[in-house]
């Protein structure tokens, strides 16, 4: 029996999600108290900015407490930074459009805070039931944020349907554990690594019906096709600040934690490679063949982040080191231009009455030309045109696939990048060469919002200029993993 | 002494009933007690390894899955509740405004 | 297997029977009346008034749903208390900060105005 006491919990690992969970509860309780309610932002401001300071103290460190619950390594650091980053673009773009639909209120806060408390405790940890468990941290708040336009039918259906379908993949995902647990006697990776041979031999039943299981819970997590159908509803119906953190936070969580478990923990079963190369393919060609359709600006991105999920499947199908880096390199990427163009949606959406359909955009070159510029950036950088980090993500992603043989899958992906080509050009189209009919209402940019378009212009671009130095990043975040 | 494979094919069962009534139910509630008895089928599920096994750790899984499912009830309830308010129906063929 | 089973077995077989040999008793001795209170809901109680369909006023199922959560977190407090006293002031402060946690959720539904009554 362990023997439990002070010396065995190191709070220095878990010093980031302590700052945020602090910071969400001054909101909470100071949210309501008269002359301290317009503070919340600014609580939350500084409670990232503590929770990634402290994220990046914790860089180069490997070390593992709270009785094995928790490790600290450079890939949960990297992750930890990018989920807090993630939060605070988001905070930053969306406050504006909250207050315009009178839902800003200091629960939002609180709950932005608390769903990254919990990202950060899935990629803080290679323990099974504490990575559940940061799931559902991040996941709960995540319900509430969709439907969190109480008076909008939208986003009550989207966060109903978000509700449904993401607790029906929390039971998949517990039953999965119950049978991991089963066949190994632990929850814990590592040990499980280092009987997995024993395991497959003697427990081969219970463990690939708890893969199978656990893999299913993942897939709806990520939006991966066939259990993607729930995404398109709830970004759309959710308020666009929320959706724009939907993309790219938990999207990201959850590759941190698949990475971890099925490249780390189980990466001795051969025939996941097989089962991942079909939910890639299924996932990138579905998730844009659906694209190509659209009318809504956010439905279209919506149906393009599971094509997305699908590259990053691609890396899960190929493994080893420059996959593995590739997708952080994506991951990465992906946020800054998908915060970019959801950046760019909200302040449109900020005008009276906008639901941001295609319709809608025709005039927008004539009236914002910068902002026309940068949504066609963000547009090429999301289909993967060079001078733009995007390219670099898929370059790395293929590269590595064709490294190590999957020649077909690369052929695949690229094709379905051209497709994608096509839906994206539909966004500029739209905002330059279709006639505007109507006189376009003037959008009004607030400081905010400016920085937020000033970070993620210079980061796509940027990164672009030196994807070797975001690389080299990513291969040392994923130095101790394997 | 009942074998562990009893109790693993109780937890099968009730797990495949959730699952079903939550691909099948048109009532939101129902869909929602769906969700929650598959919940409580890993938990059994657990509670048998971890008896089979002589481990602990399963009870003490159990406890935190038991936590987890009254958090996502008590969120689970109050949107279907704010949803019930707008739309006076809990018919889940009624939510279909989204589409493609 | 066997062995293990009979018990329940002999529960069943003597629940059974119990059941047939009080409806038949009653069938057999009882007298019957088919009046009044006999045909109501609850024949010793107060008369059921108007349907059972009425809307429950929203206040009741918010505090349903804070019930369920602060119900069971405390379920954590029993395996604390069955060990605490090995675990000692280490184990009393860790759960001081749990309980802690739960309090500033308590708060922050007193401040939502989320338990009063009226």
Redesign the interface.
């Known amino acids: 029996m362990i023997d439990i006491t002070a010396a065995g919990l190191d709070f220095s690992l878990i010093a980031p999600e302590i700052a945020l969970l602090v910071a969400a509860f001054i909101i909470l309780l100071t949210g309501y108290v008269r002359g301290l309610s317009n503070l919340s932002f600014t609580i939350a401001f500084i409670g990232l900015v503590v929770g990634i300071a402290l994220s990046v103290g914790q860089w180069g460190q490997q070390a593992s407490g709270f009785y094995g619950m928790v490790t600290c390594d450079n890939f949960g650091v990297a992750f930890k930074v990018m989920f807090a980053s993630i939060t605070l673009l988001v905070l930053l773009l969306g406050t504006r459009y909250m207050k315009s639909r009178g839902i800003l209120k200091p629960e939002y806060y609180a709950l932005l805070l608390i769903s990254t408390m919990g990202m950060m405790v899935m990629a803080n940890t290679t323990d099974l039931v504490v990575m559940f468990l940061g799931l559902e941290i991040m996941s709960i708040p995540l319900y509430v944020l969709a439907g969190f336009a109480r008076r909008s039918l939208e986003s009550n259906e989207s966060g109903l349907k978000y509700f449904i379908m993401g607790s029906f993949a929390s039971a998949f995902l517990l039953m999965g554990i119950a049978f991991i647990f089963g066949a190994s006697g632990t929850t814990e990776l590592r040990r499980i690594v280092a009987d997995i041979g024993f395991i497959i031999d003697h427990h081969r039943i219970f463990l690939y019906t708890g893969v199978t299981l656990i893999l299913v819970g993942f897939g709806f997590k990520v939006a991966a096709v066939p259990f993607h159908s729930w995404v398109p509803d709830v970004y759309q119906g959710a308020p666009t600040p929320v959706t724009a953190f939907f993309s790219v936070g938990p999207k990201a969580a959850g590759f941190a934690v698949l990475l971890r478990i099925f490249l780390f923990g189980f990466a001795g079963l051969a025939f996941l490679s097989s089962v991942f190369w079909v939910l890639a393919v299924l996932t990138m060609t579905i998730g844009n063949v659906l694209a190509l359709r659209q009318k809504n600006v956010k439905r279209l991105l919506a149906y393009s982040s599971i094509a997305h999920a699908g590259y990053i499947l691609v890396a899960l199908a190929v493994g080893g080191e420059n996959a593995i880096s590739a997708a952080v390199f994506y991951l990465v990427a992906y946020a800054v231009f998908n915060l970019g163009g959801f950046a760019v949606v909200t302040l449109l959406e900020t005008r009276s009455g906008c639901k941001s359909d295609f319709v809608e955009l025709p005039g927008l070159s004539k009236a914002h030309p910068y902002l026309s510029a940068v949504l066609a950036l963000f547009m090429f950088a999301l289909s993967g045109f060079p001078p733009t980090v995007g390219f670099f993500g898929k370059f790395y992603l293929f590269a590595a696939a064709v490294k190590a043989n999957f020649i077909w899958l690369t052929v695949i992906g690229v094709m379905n990048s051209f497709l994608s080509v096509y839906y994206y050009l539909r966004v500029i189209k739209a905002s330059y060469i279709d006639p505007s009919e109507k006189s376009w209402a003037p959008v009004t940019y607030s400081p905010a919002m400016l920085v937020v378009l000033f970070i993620t212009v210079i980061g796509t671009l940027g990164l672009g200029l030196f994807p070797q130095q975001l690389l080299q990043f990513a291969r040392e975040a994923i130095f101790a993993f394997l | ?2 074998p562990i494979s009893a109790y ?1 094919i109780v ?1 099968a069962v009730l ?1 495949g009933i ?1 699952t079903v009534g ?1 691909l099948i139910s048109r009532n ?1 509630i129902v ?2 007690m769906c ?1 929650e008895l ?2 409580n ?3 059994l ?2 509670i ?3 008896r ?2 002589n ?1 602990m ?2 009870h ?2 159990v ?6 499912a ?14 019930y ?3 006076e129906t809990v018919n889940i063929d009624r ?1 279909d ?2 589409k ?1 | 297997m066997f062995e293990t089973f009979f018990p329940i077995l002999l529960l069943v077989v003597f629940a059974t029977l119990l059941a047939i040999l009080l409806v038949t008793f009653s069938i057999l001795f009882g007298r019957r009346t088919k009046l009044g209170k006999k045909g109501e809901s609850y024949e010793c109680g107060i008369d059921p008034v108007g349907s059972t369909k009425d809307p429950v006023p929203v206040k009741f199922y918010l505090i349903a749903i804070l019930f369920i959560i602060f119900d069971l977190e405390v379920v954590f407090l029993y395996p604390w208390a069955v060990i605490s006293r090995k675990l000692g002031l280490f184990g009393f402060i860790e759960m001081l900060v749990f309980v802690v946690i739960l309090l500033v959720g308590y708060f922050y539904i007193l401040s939502r105005g989320a338990l009063k009554w009226d």
């Not at chain 2, 406890?63 to 987890?68: E, G, I, S």
């Not at chain 2, 958090?71 to 509740?81: D, H, N, R, S």
């Open positions: 002494m009942i693993l937890a797990f959730g939550v939101m869909v929602f969700v598959m919940l089928a890993a938990n599920a657990l048998a390894f971890s089979a096994l481990i750790d399963g003490v899984f406890f935190l899955a038991l936590a987890v009254a958090a996502e009830a008590a969120v689970g309830l109050a949107i279907v509740l704010a949803v308010r707008n739309r939510f405004m989204m493609w």
